[in-house]
């Protein structure tokens, strides 16, 4: 068995991600000769996992020392390593005490020497921490790879799709954004179906086929200004990179070929056009010692360290790293740049720089990028309120204080709110006015209403569908979704209105299903995601979704799984003799997408530190479920975790008493589940009414209407 086979089958017992980061580090450090110094490697192991946690990517599981955000000492990662994984590869390698080295074993070291099994290892290596990471439910891609990518990085169609919200099938993905621009080109070699291909033994030039169409005599045509293929042509002129991922054959992992620029487009015998693409050679650095590099921090201080240029550097946020060393901070491309004579444009900043320091013994820490006082105060509840009470008064409309508060509550508790009521009671406007008043209206794209109709059967009028050119048109919520992907800092409005018109199951269960996907995954909302006639369509954590619904005999009921997933909020009454009021007409605050965005996703997430308060606020729901019991109405855990949310955050933000909180609660996500014409239903409601009293009197006025329905119908619900 080759020894690349050997570690395949060490690699898939595993239980954490060490034994494939303590070879990857060997490989990238320790060749030809198979050998480094044990500190030595443990800076570079620890940069690993400190790389990860710098791209937002989960680097461990939770227990792990390297998953700690604060610092982690040499002998804590010396004593995981001897008690971990390095015992584990003790066929592969071993730790000389004596000289303080770790070396790879002779016979591996001679195998891995020859041809490409250096390069098989790594993809060896890569695909399983792909798997491996893929388990932990982390981020693969983000635009803070694009900047730094390693040779044989693995990723999936999948992944590339989420970055760049394109088709999965595509090859040319075009990315801007987050100060980021380029192509990932996605590139099968070979075979009938995939006729990319080298050019040169040595890899250097690649053929690459345009996007193209095929029409109804099985022609093949192509479209220079497609936009895809426009990209690719304009990336020489506009001075972009093309990041190329090459597999050999379908169903495999892409990795990682290097940075291109786009040459000229051929064609071929058949008639059909490709690019011919050139790999960009990166300038290497020259192999200077630690006291050049020395010197050249010395003349640092000398010559730049007070010049205008570079007087408070390290605090202006420009720069992301430094060299720390005697207590003082160095900028690492200008003392590379100083001590080996390479312009700083020249070579590659990031992990590839730190590392070159970090191998001659030097320290990198990151630097906190010092915000605004203004982004680093949270946007105050109490004020965001005021704000949207005196932007809807000086539009000359008037909705109760309490209900708006319990409004931004709901908002903040889950992105899906019911607002239900009889027509003309101002629903829809509220949605309007309330996005207005934190910043987001149609102008700005930030509002959008979306009116369903009744002959939705489907969620094609929604989110969109393919013309008889094959090409896909957008609906209105993916337009707005796509809209949100481009802007995260700010939050996003869409109004369904009259949202019952058709039944919400039909043009709405699978989108419903991607809001309950919703992960936190390291600090980040993120949700599964629909293939959608071909477009990747997922649910954005600055996105808000209100539905306003009209309970009359034009319109269809909701479903349990409907109400379960949303606040139902209920305009029941009617305040015809309140006036427009008087209002300053002040101008806005545009409110942040971290003031609305859940802190919360699970029960896990708040549980710590709140367990009392959760316990108390559980056993009121446990009494309220053996009351509905009889009827099978009681709620689960998908209600039990939002009830509980939405209590911290109104402690939190101190916006009702908490009694009123509580009632609004039980008004919203218990009695809508409850309808039906048995006898059971009447008793329910006679001991939920007794049980309510006069501690929450707007579910208590509630319960009566719907007993007095049931004694006049024979028949009650919820809605009006």
């Not at 191998?359 to 605004?372: H, K, N, P, S, V």
């Not at 009470?389 to 909705?399: A, D, E, L, M, T």
């Amino acid at each position: 068995m080759s020894v690349i086979d050997q570690f395949e089958e060490k690699f898939r017992k595993r239980q954490k991600s060490y034994l494939m980061v303590v070879i990857l580090t060997m490989l990238d450090y320790s060749l030809p000769e198979g050998i480094i110094d044990f500190n030595e490697f443990i800076e570079h192991f620890k940069s690993y996992y400190r790389d990860r946690i710098e791209k937002g990517k989960k680097p461990e599981t939770d227990d792990s020392i390297v998953s700690r955000r604060e610092p982690v000492t040499n002998a804590q990662v010396k004593s995981l390593l001897l008690s971990n994984p390095i015992p584990r590869l003790n066929d592969f390698l071993f730790h000389d005490k004596e000289k303080n080295v770790l070396r790879l074993k002779e016979n591996v070291l001679r195998e891995l020497n020859q041809e490409d099994n250096v390069k098989k290892l790594r993809r060896t290596i890569l695909k399983n921490l792909y798997d491996y990471y893929k388990d932990l439910g982390s981020i693969q891609l983000t635009i803070k790879d694009l900047e730094d990518l390693p040779l044989e990085y693995g990723v999936s169609a999948t992944d590339v799709s989420l970055l760049s919200r394109q088709n999965r099938v595509k090859g040319i993905h075009p990315i801007n954004k987050n100060e980021f621009k380029g192509i990932i080109l996605l590139c099968t070699l070979g075979g009938e179906h995939y006729p990319n291909q080298w050019l040169d033994e040595d890899k250097n030039m690649l053929k690459y086929y345009l996007e193209g169409r095929t029409d109804s005599q099985g022609r093949r045509t192509y479209n220079l200004n497609l936009s895809s293929n426009k990209s690719i042509i304009d990336s020489r002129e506009e001075g972009y990179p093309i990041l190329v991922f090459i597999r050999e054959r379908s169903g495999e992992l892409f990795h990682y070929a290097g940075e291109f620029s786009y040459q000229r487009v051929e064609e071929d015998e058949n008639g059909d056009k490709y690019f011919v693409l050139k790999r960009i050679e990166k300038m290497g650095l020259p192999d200077v010692n630690r006291d050049i590099i020395l010197e050249a921090m010395n003349r640092f201080d000398q010559e730049l360290r007070d010049t205008p240029e570079w007087q408070g550097w390290e605090d202006r946020g420009a720069q992301k790293y430094a060299i720390l060393h005697e207590g003082k901070h160095y900028p690492p491309k200008q003392i590379i740049s100083m001590a080996t004579g390479v312009f700083r444009s020249q070579f590659s900043g990031g992990q590839q720089s730190n590392s070159y320091l970090e191998r001659r013994g030097f320290q990198i820490i990151t630097l906190e990028a010092e915000e605004d006082q203004e982004e680093q105060e949270a946007a105050n509840p109490q004020e965001v309120m005021a704000q949207v009470i005196n932007h809807i008064k000086s539009r000359g409309f008037f909705y109760p204080e309490e209900f708006l508060k319990n409004f931004m509550l709901s908002l903040k508790t889950k992105p899906f709110i019911i607002l239900a009521g009889i027509s003309g009671t101002g629903k829809s406007k509220l949605v309007e006015l309330f996005a207005e008043a934190v910043g987001a209206n149609n102008e700005n794209g930030r509002y959008q209403l979306i009116p369903v109709r009744p002959d939705w059967t489907d969620s094609t009028d929604l989110l969109g569908y393919k013309n008889l050119q094959g090409k896909f048109v957008e609906g209105p919520l993916t337009q707005v979704i796509e809209k949100a992907r481009q802007d995260p800092g700010y939050p996003y409005f869409i109004c369904l209105d009259e949202m019952n018109l058709a039944r919400v199951e039909y043009y709405f269960s699978d989108f419903l299903s991607i809001i309950e996907s919703r992960k936190k995954v390291d600090g980040t909302i993120i949700s599964s995601s629909l293939e959608f006639h071909g477009e990747i369509i997922d649910f954005p954590e600055n996105l808000y979704v209100i539905g306003t619904v009209n309970m009359d005999e034009t319109t269809h009921s909701f479903s349990r799984k409907v109400l379960d997933r949303a606040n139902t909020m209920e305009f029941s009454e009617i305040a015809l003799s309140e006036f427009p009021g008087q209002a300053s007409q002040e101008e806005l605050e545009y409110i942040k997408n971290r003031f609305f965005m859940s802190e919360y996703i699970t029960l896990k997430d708040c549980y710590a530190g709140n367990e009392d308060f959760i316990k108390d606020k559980v056993t009121l729901l446990e009494e309220i479920n053996k009351i509905l019991e009889p009827g099978g109405f009681q709620v689960g855990y998908r209600v039990r975790d939002e009830f509980c949310f939405y209590l911290l955050y109104n402690r939190d933000w101190g916006l009702l008493q908490e009694k009123k909180a509580v009632d609004f609660q039980i008004t919203q996500k218990i009695l809508p589940r409850i309808h039906g014409s048995s006898m059971d239903i009447e008793d329910i409601l006679n001991e939920l009414k007794e049980y309510c009293g006069n501690s929450y009197p707007m579910s208590t006025s509630k319960i009566a209407f719907m007993l007095r329905r049931f004694t006049r119908d024979g028949f009650t619900s919820f809605w009006a």
